[in-house]
T-cell receptor, first 113, second 115 residues
Framework: SQKIEQNSEALNIQEGKTATLTCNYTNYSPAYLQWYRQDPGRGPVFLLLIRENEKEKRKERLKVTFDTTLKQSLFHITASQPADSATYLCALVLYSSASKIIFGSGTRLSIRP | NAGVTQTPKFRILKIGQSMTLQCTQDMNHNYMYWYRQDPGMGLKLIYYSVGAGITDKGEVPNGYNVSRSTTEDFPLRLELAAPSQTSVYFC??????????????FGPGTRLTVT
Protein backbone atom coordinates (compact mmCIF):
# COMPACT_ATOMS: atom_id res chain seq x y z
CA SER A 1 0.00 0.00 0.00
CA GLN A 2 1.01 3.60 -0.45
CA LYS A 3 2.13 5.45 2.65
CA ILE A 4 3.83 8.68 3.63
CA GLU A 5 5.04 8.71 7.22
CA GLN A 6 6.55 11.32 9.49
CA ASN A 7 7.84 11.06 13.06
CA SER A 8 4.67 10.22 14.94
CA GLU A 9 6.02 11.49 18.24
CA ALA A 10 6.49 15.17 18.96
CA LEU A 11 10.07 16.37 18.89
CA ASN A 12 11.34 18.48 21.79
CA ILE A 13 14.76 20.02 21.56
CA GLN A 14 16.82 22.70 23.23
CA GLU A 15 17.13 26.13 21.64
CA GLY A 16 20.26 26.45 19.54
CA LYS A 17 20.40 22.75 18.62
CA THR A 18 19.63 21.33 15.17
CA ALA A 19 16.20 19.80 14.74
CA THR A 20 15.93 16.92 12.28
CA LEU A 21 12.57 15.71 11.01
CA THR A 22 12.03 12.62 8.89
CA CYS A 23 9.64 11.89 6.03
CA ASN A 24 9.47 8.35 4.60
CA TYR A 25 7.28 7.16 1.76
CA THR A 26 6.33 3.81 0.27
CA ASN A 27 5.05 2.90 -3.20
CA TYR A 28 5.02 6.46 -4.49
CA SER A 29 7.11 7.94 -7.29
CA PRO A 30 7.46 11.58 -6.40
CA ALA A 31 8.88 14.10 -8.81
CA TYR A 32 9.21 16.62 -6.02
CA LEU A 33 8.98 16.75 -2.26
CA GLN A 34 7.77 19.79 -0.33
CA TRP A 35 7.89 20.88 3.29
CA TYR A 36 5.25 23.07 4.92
CA ARG A 37 4.96 24.69 8.34
CA GLN A 38 1.61 24.77 10.17
CA ASP A 39 0.93 26.84 13.27
CA PRO A 40 -2.03 26.02 15.56
CA GLY A 41 -5.32 27.21 14.11
CA ARG A 42 -3.78 28.21 10.77
CA GLY A 43 -3.31 26.79 7.31
CA PRO A 44 0.03 25.32 6.21
CA VAL A 45 2.67 27.63 4.77
CA PHE A 46 5.08 26.45 2.07
CA LEU A 47 8.76 26.37 3.03
CA LEU A 48 10.83 24.45 0.50
CA LEU A 49 10.66 22.16 -2.51
CA ILE A 50 13.33 19.68 -3.57
CA ARG A 51 13.38 17.87 -6.90
CA GLU A 52 14.07 14.15 -7.23
CA ASN A 53 17.43 14.84 -8.91
CA GLU A 54 18.55 17.19 -6.14
CA LYS A 55 20.30 15.76 -3.11
CA GLU A 56 20.09 18.83 -0.92
CA LYS A 57 18.41 22.24 -0.78
CA ARG A 58 19.03 25.10 1.63
CA LYS A 59 17.13 28.21 2.61
CA GLU A 60 18.52 30.30 5.44
CA ARG A 61 18.56 27.98 8.51
CA LEU A 62 16.62 25.25 6.73
CA LYS A 63 18.13 22.29 4.90
CA VAL A 64 16.29 19.50 3.13
CA THR A 65 17.73 16.28 1.73
CA PHE A 66 16.00 13.84 -0.60
CA ASP A 67 17.16 10.26 -1.06
CA THR A 68 15.01 8.48 -3.67
CA THR A 69 16.83 5.18 -3.03
CA LEU A 70 15.93 5.22 0.67
CA LYS A 71 12.61 6.91 -0.17
CA GLN A 72 13.29 9.46 2.53
CA SER A 73 13.60 13.18 3.08
CA LEU A 74 15.23 14.82 6.08
CA PHE A 75 14.35 18.36 7.15
CA HIS A 76 16.87 20.19 9.32
CA ILE A 77 16.51 23.47 11.22
CA THR A 78 19.87 24.69 12.45
CA ALA A 79 20.32 27.07 15.38
CA SER A 80 16.71 26.37 16.36
CA GLN A 81 14.65 29.04 18.10
CA PRO A 82 11.41 28.88 20.14
CA ALA A 83 9.72 30.65 17.20
CA ASP A 84 10.41 27.53 15.10
CA SER A 85 7.94 25.58 17.24
CA ALA A 86 5.17 24.36 14.93
CA THR A 87 3.98 21.28 13.06
CA TYR A 88 5.94 20.48 9.91
CA LEU A 89 4.32 18.60 7.05
CA CYS A 90 6.03 16.88 4.16
CA ALA A 91 4.20 16.50 0.88
CA LEU A 92 4.81 14.57 -2.33
CA VAL A 93 4.19 15.90 -5.83
CA LEU A 94 3.74 12.83 -7.99
CA TYR A 95 4.80 12.20 -11.59
CA SER A 96 1.47 10.50 -12.19
CA SER A 97 -0.60 13.48 -11.09
CA ALA A 98 1.16 16.75 -10.46
CA SER A 99 -2.16 18.41 -9.71
CA LYS A 100 -2.60 16.33 -6.53
CA ILE A 101 -0.20 16.63 -3.63
CA ILE A 102 -0.04 13.93 -0.95
CA PHE A 103 0.56 15.19 2.59
CA GLY A 104 2.06 13.42 5.57
CA SER A 105 0.46 13.72 9.00
CA GLY A 106 3.15 16.09 10.27
CA THR A 107 5.62 16.24 13.13
CA ARG A 108 5.08 18.62 16.03
CA LEU A 109 8.30 20.38 16.93
CA SER A 110 8.81 22.21 20.23
CA ILE A 111 11.92 24.26 20.90
CA ARG A 112 12.48 24.99 24.57
CA PRO A 113 14.44 28.09 25.64
CA ASN B 1 -3.61 40.68 -2.09
CA ALA B 2 -5.83 38.92 0.43
CA GLY B 3 -4.61 35.52 -0.78
CA VAL B 4 -7.03 32.69 -0.03
CA THR B 5 -10.03 33.58 2.11
CA GLN B 6 -12.54 31.16 3.65
CA THR B 7 -15.87 31.69 5.32
CA PRO B 8 -17.16 30.93 7.85
CA LYS B 9 -14.36 30.43 10.38
CA PHE B 10 -16.49 28.23 12.62
CA ARG B 11 -19.81 26.45 12.19
CA ILE B 12 -21.89 23.97 14.15
CA LEU B 13 -24.34 21.90 12.13
CA LYS B 14 -26.98 19.42 13.16
CA ILE B 15 -26.98 15.99 11.54
CA GLY B 16 -28.74 16.14 8.19
CA GLN B 17 -28.32 19.88 7.66
CA SER B 18 -26.62 21.33 4.62
CA MET B 19 -24.13 24.12 4.20
CA THR B 20 -21.64 25.64 1.79
CA LEU B 21 -18.09 26.49 2.73
CA GLN B 22 -16.88 29.47 0.71
CA CYS B 23 -13.38 29.87 -0.73
CA THR B 24 -12.03 32.77 -2.78
CA GLN B 25 -8.54 33.52 -4.07
CA ASP B 26 -7.30 36.73 -5.66
CA MET B 27 -4.01 35.45 -7.09
CA ASN B 28 -5.44 34.32 -10.45
CA HIS B 29 -4.45 30.73 -9.71
CA ASN B 30 -5.84 28.05 -11.97
CA TYR B 31 -5.67 25.22 -9.45
CA MET B 32 -7.80 25.10 -6.33
CA TYR B 33 -8.21 22.38 -3.69
CA TRP B 34 -10.31 21.39 -0.72
CA TYR B 35 -8.76 19.41 2.12
CA ARG B 36 -9.98 18.19 5.47
CA GLN B 37 -7.70 17.77 8.46
CA ASP B 38 -8.73 15.63 11.39
CA PRO B 39 -6.92 16.02 14.75
CA GLY B 40 -3.34 14.73 14.58
CA MET B 41 -3.76 13.73 10.97
CA GLY B 42 -2.51 15.01 7.68
CA LEU B 43 -4.50 16.75 5.00
CA LYS B 44 -6.87 14.60 2.97
CA LEU B 45 -7.83 15.88 -0.48
CA ILE B 46 -11.60 16.09 -0.99
CA TYR B 47 -11.91 17.72 -4.43
CA TYR B 48 -9.75 19.79 -6.70
CA SER B 49 -10.15 21.95 -9.77
CA VAL B 50 -7.70 22.71 -12.56
CA GLY B 51 -9.68 25.64 -13.90
CA ALA B 52 -13.13 27.16 -14.17
CA GLY B 53 -15.68 24.51 -15.11
CA ILE B 54 -13.38 21.57 -14.33
CA THR B 55 -13.45 19.63 -11.06
CA ASP B 56 -12.30 16.18 -10.00
CA LYS B 57 -12.49 13.93 -6.98
CA GLY B 58 -9.71 13.57 -4.49
CA GLU B 59 -9.15 10.91 -1.87
CA VAL B 60 -12.29 11.46 0.26
CA PRO B 61 -15.09 12.99 -1.89
CA ASN B 62 -18.11 11.15 -0.47
CA GLY B 63 -20.64 13.47 1.14
CA TYR B 64 -19.32 16.59 -0.61
CA ASN B 65 -19.87 18.46 -3.85
CA VAL B 66 -18.03 21.32 -5.53
CA SER B 67 -18.43 23.71 -8.40
CA ARG B 68 -16.05 26.13 -10.11
CA SER B 69 -17.86 28.73 -12.15
CA THR B 70 -15.12 31.37 -11.87
CA THR B 71 -11.35 31.34 -11.46
CA GLU B 72 -11.66 33.01 -8.05
CA ASP B 73 -14.29 30.91 -6.28
CA PHE B 74 -14.41 27.26 -5.31
CA PRO B 75 -17.28 26.51 -2.88
CA LEU B 76 -17.62 23.17 -1.08
CA ARG B 77 -21.12 21.86 -0.42
CA LEU B 78 -22.12 19.45 2.34
CA GLU B 79 -25.58 18.11 1.56
CA LEU B 80 -26.49 15.90 4.53
CA ALA B 81 -24.08 16.59 7.36
CA ALA B 82 -22.86 13.60 9.37
CA PRO B 83 -20.72 13.49 12.55
CA SER B 84 -17.90 11.96 10.47
CA GLN B 85 -17.63 15.30 8.66
CA THR B 86 -16.55 17.07 11.83
CA SER B 87 -13.14 18.40 10.87
CA VAL B 88 -11.16 21.47 9.88
CA TYR B 89 -11.51 22.29 6.21
CA PHE B 90 -8.79 24.06 4.26
CA CYS B 91 -9.01 25.56 0.82
CA UNK B 92 -5.81 26.03 -1.18
CA UNK B 93 -4.76 27.34 -4.56
CA UNK B 94 -1.68 27.13 -6.77
CA UNK B 95 -0.33 28.07 -10.15
CA UNK B 96 -0.51 25.43 -12.84
CA UNK B 97 2.02 22.61 -12.47
CA UNK B 98 5.13 23.45 -14.39
CA UNK B 99 5.97 26.35 -12.15
CA UNK B 100 9.01 26.20 -9.98
CA UNK B 101 7.53 25.15 -6.72
CA UNK B 102 4.03 23.68 -6.98
CA UNK B 103 3.54 25.80 -3.87
CA UNK B 104 0.05 25.67 -2.47
CA UNK B 105 -1.37 28.74 -0.74
CA PHE B 106 -3.77 27.86 2.04
CA GLY B 107 -6.68 29.69 3.57
CA PRO B 108 -7.15 30.00 7.34
CA GLY B 109 -9.56 27.08 7.55
CA THR B 110 -13.15 26.46 8.61
CA ARG B 111 -13.72 24.49 11.80
CA LEU B 112 -16.92 22.45 11.38
CA THR B 113 -18.67 20.46 14.08
CA VAL B 114 -21.62 18.19 13.28
CA THR B 115 -23.71 17.09 16.25
Amino acid sequence: SQKIEQNSEALNIQEGKTATLTCNYTNYSPAYLQWYRQDPGRGPVFLLLIRENEKEKRKERLKVTFDTTLKQSLFHITASQPADSATYLCALVLYSSASKIIFGSGTRLSIRP
Amino acid sequence: NAGVTQTPKFRILKIGQSMTLQCTQDMNHNYMYWYRQDPGMGLKLIYYSVGAGITDKGEVPNGYNVSRSTTEDFPLRLELAAPSQTSVYFCASSYSPGGNSYEQYFGPGTRLTVT
